[in-house]
C-alpha cells in the first residue's frame, strides 16, 4: 500500500535520494549536457526551490511505501507570483512504476495548483527523456516549444 505525505518546502530534504535518482537517469539519457548534470547537486537546486518559496509557493508530494516506509516517489510542484504552475521535478522508484503512482502524485500537484488559483501550467522535459511524452499527454500537457541552449 502507497501513502502520501504532502507538505512545502520543508519536506524538500525528505526527497533528495530520489533526486540523486533522477539526475542519473536525466545524465545517462543527455546527448549534450551529462556535464551539467554531473556537476548540479541537491544543495543547489534545494536554495532555487526555497527561492520560489519565497517569490510563490512550493508543494512536495512524497510517496511512501506503508510496509517500509521508504519514499518510493516524489513530485515537485511551484506557482510563481504570476501565479504560473509548473512541474518541477518527479521521480518514481523503478521497482514501483506501472502502479498509478506517478499518475497520482501528478494528479496531486495539480489538483494542488487548482486550489491555489493556478492560471497555467507547465513543465520542462529534458531532451533524452522524450518517451515521458505521452505519460504527460494524458494531463493535457503537450510540447509548445523546443528550448535550445548553447554548450
Not at 19 to 36: A, D, N, Y
Not at 71 to 79: K, L, Q
Request: with cysteine; charged share 30%.
Amino acid at each position: 500500500m502507497i501513502t502520501y505525505i504532502s507538505g512545502q518546502d520543508e519536506l524538500l530534504d525528505a526527497v533528495e535520494p530520489l533526486w540523486w535518482k533522477l539526475v542519473e537517469h536525466h545524465k545517462m539519457r543527455s546527448e549534450h549536457f551529462r556535464q551539467e548534470f554531473e556537476a548540479i547537486n541537491f544543495d543547489i537546486r534545494k536554495r532555487m526551490l526555497e527561492d520560489k518559496a519565497r517569490d510563490g509557493l512550493v508543494w512536495v508530494e512524497i510517496a511512501q511505501d506503508y510496509a517500509s516506509q521508504k519514499a518510493v516517489g516524489y513530485c515537485i510542484s511551484s506557482i510563481n507570483r504570476y501565479k504560473q504552475g509548473e512541474l518541477e521535478s518527479i521521480y518514481v522508484e523503478n521497482e514501483f512504476r506501472g502502479k498509478g503512482i506517478g499518475e497520482n502524485l501528478v494528479k496531486r500537484s495539480l489538483n494542488w495548483m487548482d486550489e491555489q488559483g493556478s492560471s497555467g501550467k507547465t513543465l520542462v522535459v529534458a531532451k533524452g527523456n522524450e518517451e515521458v511524452l505521452g505519460f504527460y499527454a494524458r494531463f493535457g500537457f503537450l510540447p509548445r516549444q523546443i528550448l535550445l541552449k548553447q554548450t
